[in-house]
């Protein structure tokens, strides 16, 4: 059986669990997930760090987690694309023979006791320079970036504010389902237009959580995950895009995401199409994120993830696919591209309980970094049919 797949998943308490590093979580993540699979953690051969905002997580973790004469061992910095394009690294060293079972571990504690979740991502140093200018207009936070997107796909597809409502009422509802999610209680459209603004048009509940935890997977050779304690989940397919939008004019951004190029490219790795997709666990740190990424995978058409949204297709039991099964980072929780990473595991295993899908053949997982500067995506599936 030729191939890669995920063998271990551990996942930390996540959320406003506070007292412990980025470092500790990454490393207790690690020790988890070679116990799901049935691994010594010395039997690790390499090891994939993504940090977060959180300093102090780097390679040296192979010291707290007492692993040596590793074969892989490097950090993977590309914000949320970072975990599924250290999957892929992962994959491609096991598959060239280079490793032969890699953590991929993400983990960050932003959150301070007594101090709002939204410090955790206030600007720094203001920046130089023209990127100074965008400081000036008020385009120094992430958040204004996006904001910036959603405005510009209002204005050319007349995307509505309540549009964007629908993804955070059906993603909540998924939540309600998922009983380690950060947020369960269920949301109305009205909840989300009542809720205050962030950075207009973007509400509240148009952003996702802050949080502090750790996940990681174990990635390791198709055959060899076989024999392993839990049901393999196979790494179909991967890639990456970078388009790095500015925010220039003849710029695509707002309207066309990195999505576009990677999804197609690795869902011929894959050997499917978006038709075959059951499940798609996206990232979204913002509701646009996901409707943009809907809509360049090609689940609608362009300009149409609106009215996708609205007429109830993310809902639990109601569209072809299922999105965001555990809430995401909406209201599931934020571990930058592992929220979608681990949910997609748990949908491919067939653990998710009350909310698993009633279809999992095909689960594509994306990952986003920076505001529509990068895009990474992942095609698995629980059953080998047919791989990179």
């Known amino acids: 059986m030729a191939g890669s797949a995920i063998a271990?998943?551990?996942?930390?308490?996540?959320?406003?669990?506070?007292?412990?590093?980025?470092?500790?979580?990454?490393?207790?993540?690690?020790?988890?997930?070679?116990?799901?699979?049935?691994?010594?953690?010395?039997?690790?051969?390499?090891?994939?760090?993504?940090?977060?905002?959180?300093?102090?997580?780097?390679?040296?973790?192979?010291v707290d987690l007492g692993v040596r004469e590793l074969k892989l061992l490097t950090e993977i910095g590309g914000d949320g694309t970072s975990v599924c394009a250290a999957v892929s690294s992962a994959a491609m060293a096991i598959d060239a023979g280079l490793a032969t079972t890699v953590a991929c571990v993400f983990a960050d504690a932003p959150l301070r006791r007594g101090t709002s979740a939204g410090a955790a991502f206030e600007p720094g140093e203001p920046p130089a320079g023209f990127e100074g200018l965008l400081g000036d207009a008020g385009l120094a936070s992430v958040h204004s970036r996006f904001a910036l997107a959603a405005h510009r796909h209002m204005e050319t597809f007349g995307t509505t504010s309540e549009q964007l409502g629908a993804i955070a009422v059906a993603q909540r509802q998924w939540a309600a389902g998922n009983p380690l999610a950060q947020q369960r209680e269920p949301i109305t459209l009205a909840d989300h237009q009542n809720s205050r603004l962030i950075a207009d048009p973007l509400r509240l509940l148009d952003c996702c959580l802050v949080s502090n935890g750790g996940a990681a997977v174990i990635v390791t050779s198709a055959a060899r995950a076989a024999s392993l304690a839990q049901p393999p989940v196979h790494v179909l397919g991967f890639a990456q895009s970078h388009p790095v939008h500015r925010e220039h004019r003849g710029s695509g951004f707002g309207l066309v995401s990195g999505a576009a190029e990677a999804g197609r490219l690795a869902m011929r790795m894959a050997g499917t199409g978006i038709g075959d997709v059951d499940i798609a666990e996206l990232y979204d740190c913002f509701t646009i994120a996901v409707l943009l990424t809907l809509e360049d995978y090609g689940f609608c058409g362009k300009g149409e993830g609106g009215p996708f949204a609205e007429e109830g297709n993310l809902m639990p039991g109601r569209g072809r696919v299922a999105v965001n099964t555990g809430g995401g980072q909406l209201s599931g929780c934020y571990l930058w591209g592992m929220t979608p990473l681990v949910e997609a595991v748990i949908q491919a295993r067939g653990t998710g309980g009350d909310r698993q899908a009633a279809r999992n053949e095909v689960i594509v997982v994306s990952g986003n970094g920076g505001a529509?500067?990068?895009h990474s995506t992942l095609v698995l599936g629980p059953d080998r049919r047919g791989g990179p």
């Open 8 to 62: 271990g998943l551990g996942v930390t308490d996540v959320g406003k669990v506070y007292g412990r590093t980025a470092r500790d979580f990454a490393a207790d993540a690690v020790r988890r997930a070679c116990a799901d699979a049935g691994l010594r953690t010395s039997e690790l051969d390499g090891l994939l760090v993504t940090p977060g905002l959180s300093p102090g997580l780097d390679v040296s973790l192979i």
């Open 372 to 374: 529509f500067d990068h």
